[in-house]
């Protein structure tokens, strides 16, 4: 039978899980981001084995925080035949991903009150 290695989320790890969904971001999304950010470089099956999540759900956290450019994946090829593995690590620290979405937050809230001046005005046109 099969090991299975699951590591217990700290209690700091879970409270930046909540801020991460608070922010926008997916339970699975910022598990993985977390697990990868605390490791040089790690499998996609470390990442579900540590995250406790199943692999649909970290194969779809990976292609978001890829296609944020977040994160870089290269393939290892096995000496048997067989896919090759899959290791990810940061493309940028975890400092420089937080400022990025501190920025993409701003603009998010510059653009809600942009649209709440035009809609006061619209309405006190009447």
């Not at 540590?50 to 970290?58: A, I, K, L, S, Y």
């Not at 977040?70 to 090759?84: M, Q, S, Y």
Request: charged share 40%.
């Amino acid at each position: 039978m099969e090991r299975v290695y699951i590591k217990q989320i700290s209690s700091r790890d879970k409270k930046a899980i909540k801020l991460f969904v608070k922010l926008g971001f997916t339970k699975n999304i910022a598990k993985t981001l977390i697990y990868i950010s605390q490791h040089n470089e790690c499998r996609s099956v470390d990442i579900e084995r540590e995250t406790n999540q199943r692999q649909p759900e970290v194969s779809e956290a990976t292609q978001q925080l890829m296609k944020k450019g977040w994160i870089k994946k290269r393939d290892l090829r096995k000496k048997r035949k067989g896919r090759p593995e899959q290791i990810y690590n940061l493309a940028y620290s975890i400092d420089e991903i937080l400022t990025k979405i501190e920025k993409e937050k701003i603009k998010e809230i510059e653009k809600v009150k942009k649209h709440l001046f035009s809609l006061k005005n619209l309405i006190r046109q009447k």
